[in-house]
């Protein structure tokens, strides 16, 4: 079992930044793909981004393409999200995820196995 404890939200103005973190426990996820995902009040979760078990592939949704970087640390165990110039349309609970099957990264939620409780990040106009 992989434990997800995702920290960093809050609340910020328009254009303003925030970076979330989450750390995993339990299970080492050094070849796991790892995702953030978003769901706002009346929506689906939807994918923000994903990378690779090596860091070095990353994915993201069209919304967020040059504000927001997803990176990794497989020696702490860890995955980021730095998000950048916010608007107030990212406003969700944003989630962090981990498949132990694609290893290559993926936007499908369907293909993630643990997810973590979520943190909720507001940004006002």
């Known amino acids: 079992q992989v434990q997800l404890v995702e920290s960093g939200g809050g609340s910020v103005q328009a254009g303003g930044s925030l970076g979330l973190s989450c750390a995993a426990s339990?299970?080492?996820?050094?070849?796991?793909?790892m995702g953030w995902f978003r769901q706002a009040p009346g929506k689906e979760r939807d994918s923000v981004a994903a990378?690779?078990?090596?860091?070095?592939?990353?994915y993201y949704a069209d919304s967020v393409k040059g504000r927001f970087t997803i990176s990794r640390d497989n020696a702490k165990n860890t995955v980021y999200l730095q998000m950048s110039s916010l608007k107030p349309e990212d406003t969700a609970i944003y989630y962090c995820a981990a498949s132990p099957t694609s290893y290559r990264g993926t936007q499908d939620p369907n293909q993630y196995k643990y997810w973590g409780q979520g943190t909720q990040v507001t940004v006002s106009s």
């Open positions: 339990g299970r080492t996820i050094t070849t796991y793909a």
């Open positions: 990378i690779d078990w090596s860091g070095h592939i990353a």
